[in-house]
């Protein structure tokens, strides 16, 4: 089946540890995304990749990394540096980024204690 | 700067139709998307408006007018797993990310 896999689910990290979140897609998208949703908030963009090797910083960028080594894989590093990281974070992909839809994972609940 | 607004929370019974506004400002406009989001789960896709109109699908439609900057998604025959939220996303220009509103919560009594 194809889809975008996130894992894990739930990600239980001391505060000042960095994290790596797990992004896969098998849907054969050029774009991929990262999003943090927090309670009232809405999703806003933390990084978008249209291709590989290439990425772009979204509105709160900072405390955060990603990479774009594969097609299929967009790991998103929380940092020491975010200051608030406990949330919800939600990878997408899209054939492109232009008309189409952004198909999400499951996504993956932090949590910094 | 850019801007999406929603009603923070609408109520509603099952049977009933309701419809969600959703309001934009941005530097340009390159299609709107209706997501559905249960409580824990990913969001998932309801609809994409790029031209005038009303777009319908079953029980679903959306409607947008560039001019006014300005959609609604219209929900018909309410049912309670209908109870979500629902979210409003722009994407201004070709190449980059959807931008999204802060959603809302829809709640469906019987």
């Known amino acids: 089946d194809g889809g975008i896999t996130q894992s894990p689910k739930y990600l239980f990290r001391k505060e000042g540890q960095n994290v790596t979140l797990s992004c896969e897609q098998n849907?054969?998208?050029?774009?991929m995304y990262w999003y943090r949703q927090d309670p009232g908030q809405g999703l806003r963009l933390i990084y978008y990749?249209?291709?590989?090797?290439?990425?772009q910083k979204g509105d709160i960028a900072e405390g955060y990394s990603v990479s774009r080594e594969k097609k299929e894989s967009f790991p998103l590093t929380v940092t020491s540096a975010q200051k608030n990281p406990t949330a919800f974070y939600l990878c997408?992909?899209?054939?492109?980024?232009?008309?189409?839809?952004?198909?999400f994972g499951q996504g993956t609940r932090l949590t910094v204690v | 700067g850019q801007n999406i607004d929603q009603p923070t929370e609408m109520t509603a019974t099952e049977g009933a139709i309701v419809q969600i506004n959703c309001t934009y400002q941005?530097?340009?406009?390159?299609?709107l998307f209706w997501y559905q989001q249960h409580a824990g789960e990913a969001p998932t896709f309801l609809s994409y408006?790029?031209?005038?109109g009303l777009e319908e699908k079953g029980r679903f439609s959306s409607f947008l007018s560039r001019s006014k900057g300005y959609s609604y998604l219209l929900l018909k025959e309410l049912q309670m797993k209908d109870s979500a939220s629902y979210l409003c996303?722009?994407?201004?220009?070709?190449?980059?990310?959807?931008?999204f509103g802060k959603g809302t919560t829809l709640s469906v009594s019987s």
């Open positions: 408006n790029v031209l005038d």
């Open positions: 996303a722009v994407r201004s220009q070709a190449g980059t990310a959807l931008i």
């Open positions: 997408a992909s899209s054939i492109e980024t232009g008309w189409s839809e952004a198909f």
């Open positions: 990749s249209q291709i590989v090797n290439d990425f």
């Open positions: 941005t530097s340009g406009f390159n299609g």
């Open positions: 849907l054969n998208h050029d774009a």
